[in-house]
Nanobody
Framework: QVQLVESGGGLVQPGGSLRLSCAAS????????IGWFRQAPGRDREGVSCFSGSDGTIYYRDSVKGRFTISRDKAENTVYLQMINLKPEDTGVYYC???????????????????WGQGTQVTVSS
């Protein structure tokens, strides 16, 4: 059974940094697309960064390029999101999600992912 557990969220000031962790169980990381999504109050859940291709292709949404880095530790079956230079607009609940590679690429968008963690709150505020 696929399980995803996020951790690492918190309250930071603008310009601060956080590192989120997603502990995965029930599958090998390289058999699934896996990534990070976020949802602000009253907003749709949006893809932030995903391992979206079976060849290792990585997606970042434009607003986080140069500030966020996704990585994975296959031995620990854990995915990370290192976030630096955080901005108030980064505030939201961050979710980890996974989807088997039925095809070579999975779009980093909510409808394409079937397994979700519980979320971890990230608040960027002065």
């Amino acid at each position: 059974q696929v399980q995803l557990v996020e951790s690492g969220g918190g309250l930071v000031q603008p310009g601060g940094s956080l590192r989120l962790s997603c502990a995965a169980s029930g599958f090998r990381l390289d058999t699934h697309a896996i990534g990070w999504f976020r949802q602000a109050p009253g907003r749709d859940r949006e893809g932030v960064s995903c391992f979206s291709g079976s060849d290792g292709t990585i997606y970042y949404r434009d607003s986080v390029k140069g500030r966020f880095t996704i990585s994975r530790d296959k031995a620990e079956n854990t995915v990370y999101l290192q976030m630096i230079n955080l901005k108030p607009e980064d505030t939201g609940v961050y979710y980890c999600a996974a989807e088997p590679y039925y095809s070579d690429y999975v779009r980093c968008a909510r409808p394409f992912f079937g397994s979700w963690g519980q979320g971890t709150q990230v608040t960027v505020s002065s």
